[in-house]
């Protein structure tokens, strides 16, 4: 095998391909074995391990590498001559590594005189953008004295075959017809027909290059950056690059240029430093990025205007940039500025979301009116217990009773002022126990209910039922749940019940005998209605922002 990769042992190898080619136009060959039922006549993707050696011979002469080269390129598993020439005539011969040991390929080029040719068709083809058009292949044109069968046509490499999915190409007297024409229609067309020389078959090959075209346009170039006039800051001493983009239709020939100037005047002795990249749109045209580069920007740029000028065979736009010079430090100062703002934000915010409650109820105490002046109602808040045993209470804690009946109205009453109900010693007894708790409630402006696994299994809780109805009918009866130990909702609460326990706030009460959490008070009191007989004014109003400050150095 390794004889074979060199050439030298395809001596004895019989050639298996004869091509025919018009000298000056575009050919290719390919590395692959005879196949009537051949698709595709090259293949770009070509595994790397599987590349393509080509060797060439001229008559007796010895075998010659083919390397790239001005008129030949390698590409994939073909061979491109671009254009092939009488030269070229001679033996091929191609291997690729465990797939094919040695090709031999007979090539002979010939000028369309010799080949007979007549009205040869043009191997460039410009087809205009939905019309109808039709591809004739250049090569039916030669040999007029021998009989031609069929055209195989191949386009990008692939066999052109008509197919339901696209019922506007048609193959016609090998001819190809497109109506209408697309975009996707560009592209390389290759032509093979066989034709019998004595005992020889040759595939004559010719190629069409078919460029899809618009109709020219009718507007003048489109500035997309800049606009008018532009303002533009620049650092002195420091490079500056000047864009300009603009948008040309299509035009065939193409007449667009596009270049910056300095104060409207191209001047000779000063070369701008410029450059252009050129984006394709298809049929719709081109955008252009044009780009002058300052290596560094002097007090003479600082002073000129810049004029982006463009034209076509339409007309021509302009567009001006100015320079101005930049304010660093104001820009610094406004950074600076802007950092801070949004850290002493971010400090306020967690202060607030700290601190809220206490802000809340000290805003309550100086600047609010007491939101209980006529509202019809006797009492702050009914209070909401489990009656227990004596022997029930644990001994360590305070029970719920003694919580119910002396620490809250110590708090909320003897403290902060508030008017409890507590059905035991505010309501006389001798009435229905059921009328007497719907009657309370109502007369009350909140509910607490002091919730334990006692409280929520047996009948008191129907106080908090009877509190959730009573707050449906009336909005101004707010419930303030205290979660005072921990419990399991039994399966037979009513829905409703079980409803409120999931959506109403809960206050945890941590506490034992001895020690009465501060926090624990301060969420009751925001929980409990505004009181404050204060108004707004001078003291108020400094006594409040006095607290405030306590609150930020404590």
Not at 39 to 47: G, Q, V
Not at 230 to 236: F, Q, S
Request: hydrophobic share 40%; proline share 4%.
């Amino acid at each position: 095998m390794g004889g074979y990769m060199t050439g030298e042992g395809c001596s004895h190898v019989e050639p298996q391909i004869w091509y025919r080619a018009i000298s000056g136009e575009e050919f290719v060959l390919q590395c692959a074995l005879p196949d009537r039922d051949a698709t595709h006549i090259y293949n770009n993707s070509l595994p790397k391990q599987r590349k393509v050696k080509w060797f060439w011979q001229k008559d007796k002469e010895p075998l010659k590498a083919i390397k790239e080269s001005s008129n030949s390129a390698l590409q994939g598993d073909a061979l491109w001559f671009k254009p092939v020439r009488d030269s070229d005539s001679g033996m091929f011969i191609c291997m690729i590594w465990g797939k094919i040991p040695c090709l031999k390929i007979v090539l002979e080029v010939q000028t369309k005189k010799l080949a007979k040719c007549s009205g040869y068709d043009t191997s460039m083809l410009y087809l205009l953008a939905g019309n109808g058009n039709s591809i004739t292949c250049p090569g039916t044109k030669c040999y007029s004295h021998m009989k031609k069968p069929e055209v195989k046509w191949y386009k990008d490499g692939h066999q052109i075959k008509q197919k339901k999915t696209r019922k506007s190409l048609k193959l016609k007297h090998n001819e190809i017809y497109m109506n209408p024409t697309y975009d996707k229609d560009a592209g390389i067309y290759v032509c093979d027909y066989v034709l019998y020389d004595n005992t020889t078959k040759w595939i004559m090959r010719t190629t069409v290059t078919v460029e899809v075209i618009a109709k020219n346009t009718i507007h003048p170039p489109n500035l997309l950056y800049p606009n008018g006039v532009m303002i533009l800051e620049a650092e002195l001493g420091k490079p500056l690059e000047l864009e300009c983009r603009v948008q040309f239709g299509f035009e065939r020939p193409s007449l667009m240029r596009v270049t910056w100037k300095r104060n409207n005047k191209e001047n000779i002795n000063e070369k701008l430093n410029q450059e252009t990249r050129v984006y394709q749109e298809g049929l719709k045209g081109h955008t252009i990025l044009h780009v002058a580069k300052l290596k560094e920007v002097t007090e003479r740029d600082l002073g000129s205007n810049f004029t982006c000028f463009a034209e076509n065979s339409v007309g021509n736009a302009t567009a001006v940039i100015q320079l101005k010079r930049k304010q660093r430090v104001f820009l610094l100062h406004v950074l600076c500025s802007a950092i801070s703002i949004l850290f002493a934000l971010l400090l306020c915010s967690a202060f607030i979301y700290h601190h809220w409650i206490e802000i809340v109820l000290m805003y309550r105490s100086y600047l609010v009116h007491n939101e209980t002046t006529g509202d019809g109602k006797e009492f702050d808040a009914f209070v909401s217990y489990a009656k227990l045993d004596s022997s029930e209470s644990d001994s360590t804690l305070i029970s719920e009773e003694k919580f119910a009946l002396e620490l809250l109205p110590d708090m909320l009453e003897n403290k902060y002022g508030y008017k409890l109900c507590i059905l035991e010693r505010d309501i006389l007894p001798g009435g229905a126990y059921t009328d007497e708790v719907v009657t309370a409630i109502k007369q009350s402006r909140r509910v607490i209910i002091i919730l334990s696994p006692a409280y929520v299994s047996g009948p008191s809780i129907f106080e908090l039922q009877a509190a959730v109805n009573c707050a449906l009918e009336d909005k101004k009866i707010k419930l303030v749940l205290i979660k005072f130990q921990a419990f399991q909702e039994p399966e037979t609460l009513h829905p409703v019940v079980k409803k409120a326990l999931r959506i109403l706030p809960v206050i945890t009460w941590k506490s034992s005998v001895s020690a009465a959490p501060n926090k624990f008070w301060k969420y009751m009191r925001y929980h409990m209605p505004v009181k404050t007989t204060k108004m707004l004014g001078n003291w108020s109003l400094k006594d409040f922002c006095l607290r405030l400050l306590s609150l930020v150095y404590r």
